[in-house]
């Protein structure tokens, strides 16, 4: 089983900058699907925000983020990092990252994420 720990959220203002840590225990396969997705207290689904495929690198943004923030990963230490710049207050979120074994790695569905963080909160205030 897979255990995925988040760290690196915190409170900033607009305009201001946060990275995002994901640290994967528990030897995960590779090559295999990461994501960031971020829920709201508005929302009940989780909204995808950028993913990697840890194999050959390719990655995906949610429009609202491109340009603003970039996933990477660090597959020595199995880190998944989300750099989020310019923030917005919009950008105010739980973020959790999570893990998919499904083939491509072309889907946000949370369904299609096995295993998930706990989760860590960004605030961002104007």
């Known amino acids: 089983q897979v255990q995925l720990v988040e760290s690196g959220g915190g409170s900033v203002q607009a305009g201001g900058s946060l990275r995002l840590s994901c640290a994967a225990y528990?030897?995960?396969?590779?090559?295999?699907?990461m994501g960031w997705f971020r829920q709201d207290p508005g929302n009940e689904r989780r909204e995808g925000v950028a993913r990697i495929h840890t194999g050959t690198g390719s990655t995906y943004y949610t429009d609202s983020v491109k340009g603003r923030f970039t996933v990477s990963q660090d597959g020595a230490s199995n880190t998944l990092y989300l750099q989020m710049n310019s923030l917005k207050p919009e950008d105010t979120a739980m973020y959790y990252c999570?893990?998919?074994?499904?083939?491509?790695?072309?889907?946000?569905?949370?369904?299609?994420?096995?295993?998930w963080g706990q989760g860590t909160q960004v605030t961002v205030s104007s």
């Open positions: 999570a893990l998919s074994y499904k083939v491509g790695c072309r889907s946000m569905t949370e369904a299609d994420f096995a295993s």
């Open positions: 528990g030897h995960p396969y590779t090559p295999a699907c």
